[in-house]
Structure formats: structure tokens, C-alpha cells
């Protein structure tokens, strides 16, 4: 059974950061790209960035392109995004997914496993 397990949330002021990591057990971790979402109150969920199954590669929302960064560590099965910068509108809870490949993925559907979510919230 695949589990998936987000930390590292919590309140920030604009202009700091947050780390964010996401734990995955239960299947091989280095074979499939991974990916994180949000959702704020009232909105549909968001892709906000996915990095391939041996993180040579990554992609972003045009929202947090330059101020967020994903990245991976196969020999911990950890996922990370580091965010910069942030904004009140990044105020949402963050899903860490797993992909049910091993390329970059940018919608929801394509993703098989989900975490529990973490609330981050940006004061200003």
C-alpha cells in the first residue's frame, strides 16, 4: 500500500519561505515521477510543479515559476519543494502525488496516489 505523507507546512509573512517534503513508501520510489498540487479555499485544485522519476527533469506553474523548486532525493524516497518568495495567493493546502509513470505529469488525473495535504498559509 502506497503512502504518502506531506510536512513542513505552516504560517509564513510574504517575502519567506517554506520547505515542504513528502515521504513515499510502499512502492519503488525512483520509478515514477512526482508531482505537487494546491488547493486554496473555494478553488479547484492546481498543479504547481512535477519532476520526472530521476529528477533530470522538471516542470512549473507559470504562478510559481522562479520562486518554487522541486526536487527529489530517491536514496531517502523524499520529495521536496522549496518555496521562495511567498505570496499571499500561495496561501492553499499542498498535495504531494505520485505519478503513475515515469515523466513529467501536469494533471491531476494522471496521478495515482495521494498525500494527506499540508496548510500553508501566507500573512501579509
Known amino acids: 500500500q502506497v503512502q504518502l505523507v506531506e510536512s513542513g507546512g505552516g504560517l509564513v509573512q510574504a517575502g519567506g519561505s517554506l520547505r515542504l517534503s513528502c515521504t513515499a513508501s510502499g512502492r519503488p520510489f525512483s520509478s515514477y515521477a512526482m508531482g505537487w498540487f494546491r488547493q486554496a479555499p473555494g478553488k479547484e485544485r492546481e498543479f504547481v510543479a512535477t519532476i520526472s522519476a530521476a529528477g533530470g527533469s522538471t516542470s512549473y506553474a507559470d504562478s510559481v515559476k522562479g520562486r518554487f523548486t522541486i526536487s527529489r532525493d530517491n536514496g531517502k524516497n523524499t520529495l521536496y519543494l522549496q518555496m521562495n518568495s511567498l505570496k499571499p495567493e500561495d496561501t492553499a493546502v499542498y498535495y504531494c502525488?505520485?505519478?503513475?509513470?515515469?515523466?513529467?505529469?501536469?494533471?491531476?488525473?494522471?496521478?495515482?496516489?495521494w498525500g494527506q495535504g499540508t496548510q500553508v498559509t501566507v500573512s501579509s
Open positions: 502525488a505520485q505519478a503513475s509513470g515515469s515523466w513529467l505529469r501536469m494533471f491531476s488525473a494522471n496521478y495515482t496516489y
